[in-house]
């Protein structure tokens, strides 16, 4: 709806009542769905840098965010959804848009464009610098990536795949023995968490954890992930004898905690989960392209070959180039708006591996039609079957 503004002035007929309260505690410079003020014109406009350097939270403060259930989750202003979690020096979006930075924010918030976003955030932070109070980011050492996958694969090689996680694979219709052996999934009990910690510690040293991105692994509380100790399913992203990320899927816990966690440096993996059981074996085969761990496995158990992807947008371009000899290619996709982002960024992603060229002398099929996200996926035994051998011919 196109806001309005009646004759002798007031507010905006239609107009998202929080862009008014806006309006009155930082003046006209706010921007509505038509356009904007430019605000004072003797007011500096932050450079990009400085504006990314606003604490988050006293921005989110400031556009008076819907909150969500649970610490620091908000209703995602850019589609809408919840699961906008603020962390310290970000935001992200664990639903469909992943990390937004505050020009971001503030864009998705108040609809406006990017030059008008900074003239906003310039008068509600005249103050702001490049450079926040805290340690300094720009020193901070990058992560040892090998010593990353080393304690990683220790850590798969001494845990099993308990009761919890035998029982939720079950649950899916899968063999629990064949997640473990094959797989390599394994699950960890809101008790034994202690114990990980303490194993970790002991073998590498609390001074590895943290060059290794690890050191929030197994810590519960304000700030983390999980406000307490939870069961969780270790979902290992595998190479050839080593594993180089991890996610883990909560099992227990309250219903609006999130989902899923991942350690530092395994946002999005190089390489796709199920690698090691596509890569080398898909010349003249179908290959398909799932979002989630367990949907590519729900495939693969299936003598499917499949891949899965972490997230929505969490698809690297490199991933695809190892396909290049199978026959044609299958994305999964669950209606609304996170399966269509999802086949979207893989669409992006392989046009820019594999190209223009291949694609269009290939079967590309999306039966995304076919999941109900709201009852974990891949689950119908009966309907997967009708949809694989509709595939097949």
């Not at 050492?141 to 090689?157: G, N, Q, R, S, V």
């Not at 392989?350 to 996200?373: M, V, Y």
Request: proline share 8%; with cysteine.
């Amino acid at each position: 709806m196109v806001a309005t503004v009646e004759q002798g002035g007031g507010r905006p007929q239609g107009a998202d009542p929080r862009q008014g309260a806006l309006e009155a505690d930082f003046g006209q410079d706010v921007v509505g769905v038509q356009g904007a003020s430019r605000g004072p014109a003797s007011s500096p406009t932050l450079c990009k840098e400085a504006a990314k350097a606003i604490p988050v939270r006293d921005l989110v403060a400031a556009l008076k965010l819907d909150a969500a259930p649970g610490r620091d989750n908000y209703r995602c202003p850019k589609h809408n959804g919840p699961y906008l979690h603020v962390f310290d020096d970000n935001a992200i979006c664990f639903s469909v848009c992943g990390r937004l930075d505050n020009i971001e924010l503030v864009r998705a918030a108040l609809r406006v464009s990017f030059p008008e976003a900074l003239r906003w955030l310039s008068s509600r932070f005249p103050n702001a610098r490049s450079t926040r109070p805290g340690p300094d980011r720009a020193r901070a050492k990058p992560i040892d990536f090998e010593l990353h996958a080393a304690i990683l694969t220790f850590l798969i090689k001494h845990l099993e795949l308990t009761y919890v996680g035998r029982r939720l694979m079950e649950q899916r219709g899968l063999d629990p023995d064949r997640a473990a052996s094959i797989g390599e999934f394994r699950s960890i009990g809101a008790r034994d968490w202690p114990d990980i910690r303490t194993m970790l510690t002991d073998q590498f040293g609390w001074g590895a954890l943290q060059r290794a991105g690890l050191q929030g692994l197994g810590w519960f509380g304000p700030g983390a992930c999980w406000p307490a100790p939870v069961s969780v399913l270790v979902i290992p992203y595998l190479e050839v004898e080593k594993v180089v990320a991890i996610r883990l899927r909560r099992l227990t816990g309250e219903d609006d905690w999130p989902p899923y966690w991942a350690p530092k440096g395994c946002g999005t993996p190089a390489v796709p989960f199920g690698a090691p059981c596509v890569y080398g074996h898909c010349a003249r085969r179908r290959v398909h392209i799932t979002r989630g761990e367990i949907n590519a496995w729900t495939l693969l158990e299936r003598r499917e070959l499949a891949i899965g992807a972490p997230g929505p947008r969490a698809v690297r371009p490199e991933w695809f180039e190892p396909l290049r000899e199978c026959s044609g290619l299958v994305i999964w996709g669950e209606p609304g708006d996170v399966g269509q982002a999802f086949l979207e960024t893989t669409q992006r992603a392989l046009d820019k591996s594999l190209g223009a060229e291949w694609l269009a002398t290939h079967r590309i099929d999306r039966p995304g039609l076919f999941i109900d996200q709201d009852a974990n996926g891949l689950h119908c035994e009966g309907l997967l079957h009708l949809v694989l051998e509709d595939l097949r011919q």
